[in-house]
C-alpha cells in the first residue's frame, strides 16, 4: 500500500497527529482488504459508515477517534499499477460539535483523483 498526502500542512503537525492519521488510514486499509477478500470491490462498498462516512465527489470521507482526537479524513482509494493507493487529500481534526469540515471538503466535489495525486508527496508508513 502506498500513502500519498496533498495537504501540505502536513508536515507542520505534531508527531501525535501525524501517527494518528497514518494508524487511522492503517486500520481503514484493513477494513476495506476484509471487503476485497469477500469479492467485494471499494467501489461496491455500502452502507458502511466506517468507510465511506460521506461522499465529495470521487472522495470519500473517514472518520475516527484516535488519542482522544476526532480526525476527518477526506481521501480517494484506488489501484495504481497493482498496487493499492490511499490519496488523503485533506484532514480535520474536529474539536467541537460542529460540522465545518463538510464545506471545507466539498471542494473536492470536482477535484480528480489522478491529477491530485501528480501534486501529492509519499509518505512512508512506519
Not at 507542520?12 to 477494513?31: N, P, T
Not at 476485497?36 to 471499494?42: A, C, H, L, T, V
Request: hydrophobic residues 35%; contains cysteine.
Amino acid at each position: 500500500m502506498k500513502l500519498y498526502i496533498y495537504k501540505k500542512d502536513y508536515y507542520k503537525e505534531s508527531r501525535e497527529v501525524k501517527d494518528a492519521i497514518c494508524s487511522s488510514i492503517k486500520m481503514l486499509y484493513k477494513r476495506i482488504k476484509m471487503y476485497e477478500k469477500q469479492g467485494i470491490s471499494f467501489e461496491r462498498i455500502f452502507n458502511d459508515d466506517k468507510v465511506k462516512y460521506d461522499k465529495h465527489g470521487k472522495f470519500f470521507t473517514f472518520k475516527i477517534q484516535k488519542s482522544n482526537m476526532q480526525i476527518r479524513i477526506l481521501y480517494s482509494y484506488f489501484m495504481n499499477d497493482n498496487e493499492s493507493v490511499f490519496l488523503i487529500a485533506d484532514y480535520f481534526i474536529k474539536k467541537r460539535n460542529k460540522k465545518d469540515y463538510i464545506k471545507k471538503f466539498d471542494v473536492a466535489n470536482h477535484w480528480d483523483p489522478f491529477e491530485i495525486l501528480d501534486k501529492a508527496f509519499s509518505i512512508a508508513l512506519a
